[in-house]
Structures are given as C-alpha cells and as structure tokens.
C-alpha cells in the first residue's frame, strides 16, 4: 500500500496532465471543479489516468454517484434529501460532506470534490 | 458537402482498433484559402477525421445504438504539412473503455511520415440525450449510410474475427424493412 505522500504525488500527477494546470495549484485544499476548472469531461480523463497510475479499476458512478444526485427518490427541488445523504455517506466514504451537507444543492457536491477526497477515494480503493 | 472527413475505412476491428484513409484533394474548397499559393490541409480537419475514425470504432463498442460525442482531445501534437495529393492514413485503437466512454490513441501519417498523434475521450449521452438536445442528433438510417459510405461492413470483424454484418445491429434491421 503506497504511503499518503505517494498517493497524492501521482493524483496531482494526473491532475496536471488531465487539467493541464501547474504542480503548485494541485494542493489537498483544492477544488476540482472550483479551483482546478475541471469539466465533466475531465472526470473521464481524470479516471482514465488514475486507473494506470495505481492499477485499479473505477466503475461508473463510483468517484462520483450522479445515479443518486438524478434519483428523484433522494433529490427534492434540487437539493438532496437526507435520504440522499445518507446514501451518498454511504458511497462517498471518502469524501467530506460536511460542507455539502449544510447547503445540499445537487450542484454543490461536485464544485466542493477537493484534491484530498480524490486521494482519500484512492486510498480506499486500495484498501478494499 | 457533408462533414466527412475519412474516405474509407481499410480495417475495422470492433473493441480493438481501426484504420481508415482520406485523399486529400486540390479540389475541396478549403484548400484554396488555406493557404492562398500553399495550400495545406489544416489540422483541426485532421483532427476531426481521426476523431471521426475513433468514433465511430467506439459508437459500434456501444452497439451503435446511442450518441458518441468528442469529449476532449486530451493531448494531439503535429509534425509536418499535409499537401493536396497526399493520402492521409488515420489509426485509432481503443485504449480504455467504460460504461460512459472512452479513451482512443490515434494516429494520422502520410506513406510512412507520422504526422499528427493524439488521445481523444469521447462522452457516451447515453438514453437521456435526445432530451437533453432537444432531438434526435442522428438517426440510425443516417448512420447506417454513412457506414456504408466508408466501408464498415466491407472489412469490419467482430472480437472473435468472423465478419461484421448489418444484422447484428437491430437498429440497421429495422431502417432496411
């Protein structure tokens, strides 16, 4: 199992070659899509080059759950119910929703998915 | 004119990878403004047409069913001109496949020249999309037409070699009753 130094050094290695943005601006802190300018096309270049750097395998859906954030059993008027919540708890074990969970608005989860939680989701695939 | 931008497809291995060809000709309008005494093909078009090569290998992975769109030219670097009378020779192979898209490397040379290489992520839309554009952006006949056009069912072979066949593809079926 690869150290947490070594982890994040190749999540930013691939965050720079998918995003094309400078090894400084990728820092634990950093927002994929706020601070990074991440697109949702991105997250596929972002996966692609994940999977090769540590040998995993990424299932639609698993970095990010749209299944649930499009499910109108969890999603009310734009905003996740607690329902929701709980399911994305579930499936976002290693993300921290404390923000999110204070403003649920569907479209806040993936502005506030920080360079940390993609090493946390590394990890995690690591260890299971 | 049609937006094509490879002529023929010369291999056409579903899952795998493919290779098409394009003539590049004096008499496609475009070579007359670019550039005016120097024509030289330009390579956005040549991008497209490894784009278009590299889609349609990854629309047939999904069966041909749904939309296929270009998502992103992660990385495409050049190295030469491409001047009419050349015959550009495009190779894709699929690099990395998912459920909601894919990764294509694609090449494009001229005789043994590599002229441009590039990897391409395209977005599978999925069921959701004709709502999405307001439509259906293209019709499975049109599809179906422009495979013909480029040889697919000509030199196409399945994952286990035996030859591809319109019947494999219900939505084909259906536009030929």
Redesign the interface.
Known sequence: MPSEEEIFDKVREALVDALGVDDDEVTTGATLQGDLDAESIDFLDIVFRLEKAFDIKIERGELFPEDILTNTDYVQDGKVNEAGILKLRERMPFADLTKFEAEPVVQNLGQQLTVKDMCNFVAHKLAG | MRWFWLDRFTEFACGSHAVAVKGVSLSEDYLHDHMVGYPIMPNSLITEGMAQAGGLLVSENYGFSELVVL??L?KVEFHTCVRNGDQLTFRVEI??V????A?VKATAHVGDKLHAKALL?Y?RMGEGSEEMFGGRLFRPEVLQHWLSLVGVFEVGVKADGSPMQEKDYPQFEICNA
């Open positions: 998502g992103k992660a690099e990395w998912r459920g909601d898209g990764a992520f977005a």
